[in-house]
């Protein structure tokens, strides 16, 4: 990889992109997409109070821009099915929208709403995982026309972990191994597994994988690390030892999403989280500019 790594930093003041009133009192893990008429929509955990075992739903706003300092709007809830729900990811294939969601067992929903506001509940299947390294956050990307990939958070051997699966048809997934372990002298050892949120983005042939460090301390809430591969499937092991040769930025974002504006050829990462923990926007999603040097 040598030269061609580029190191991420946020540019600029973070901006509150959205904060909910009706369905709950902050934001937590969420995703944006840009859905039908180029509509952007936010999904992410929320609730009153706050706490994992309250998250049963997920706030839904959208804004026709999400650049320019305005907020998104407030629209309702959706998958709200009696069980937890965090961490939603959403894709789109062939003007279907796909959405996961943890904790174990992974919740599918699938829309053809152009409002995304109708989601309908589908079976996913997950072939060879071990158990707890497919557990929550997850994150796809699509690799090919043919080939997507799904980044997990989880445990192993008493560390924290992002597994790695593979699909054809955004239903079957298969795990192919992990894509990035702690072991060693890594500091942080929550028995969740200290690594959360992944976010993969793909620039000039190279993988950089985003993921919040943390064992939910205000210290250390809104860290971020940063790795890089040239192979999505792996991403390395981190010892803590070898922080800086593996480590290629450091962030202050909470299980931030990077969003790229194709009209101005510019990167944005978003931050927000539980209340009282620091966080730029609080009970909210602030976003800004990333820059990459």
Not at 42 to 65: K, M, S, W
Request: charged share 20%; aromatic share 14%; with cysteine.
């Amino acid at each position: 990889m040598g030269n061609n790594i580029k190191k991420p930093k946020i540019v600029g003041e973070w901006k509150k992109l959205f904060a909910p009133k009706e369905f709950g009192n902050y934001v937590n893990d969420h995703c944006i997409i840009k859905g039908p008429n180029d509509i952007w929509h936010l999904f992410g955990i929320t609730c009153f109070g706050g706490g994992p075992v309250n998250e049963r739903y997920f706030v839904h706003a959208t804004a026709p821009d999400i650049f320019n300092g305005e907020e998104m709007n407030e629209i309702g809830k959706v998958i709200d099915n009696g069980r937890k729900a965090w961490a939603p990811c959403v894709v789109e294939d062939n003007g279907k929208y796909y959405m996961y969601y943890g904790p174990s067992p992974t919740g599918m929903e699938v829309s053809i709403d152009d409002a995304l506001y109708e989601w309908f509940g589908y079976e996913i299947n997950l072939i060879g995982h071990p158990v707890n390294a497919v557990h929550r956050d997850h994150m796809v990307i699509k690799l090919n026309d043919y080939t997507w990939i799904m980044y997990v958070s989880g445990t192993h051997n008493g560390h924290g972990c992002i597994s790695v699966l593979v699909s054809n048809d955004l239903i079957n997934w298969r795990f192919v191994q992990y894509a990035l372990t702690a072991s060693g002298n890594a500091p942080l050892t929550p028995p969740w597994g200290a690594f959360e949120s992944p976010y993969v983005v793909k620039r000039d042939g190279l993988y950089y994988l985003f993921v919040t460090y943390t064992n939910c301390k205000i210290e250390n809430y809104q860290d971020t690390l940063v790795f890089c591969s040239s192979n999505p499937y792996d991403f390395g092991e981190y010892t803590g030892d070898n922080h800086n040769e593996m480590v290629v930025a450091e962030i202050k974002s909470h299980a931030g999403e990077i969003i790229y504006d194709d009209k101005n050829d510019k990167y944005y990462i978003t931050n927000c989280g539980w209340r009282n923990c620091g966080i730029p926007v609080e009970g909210g999603v602030a976003i800004a500019e990333l820059s990459w040097e």
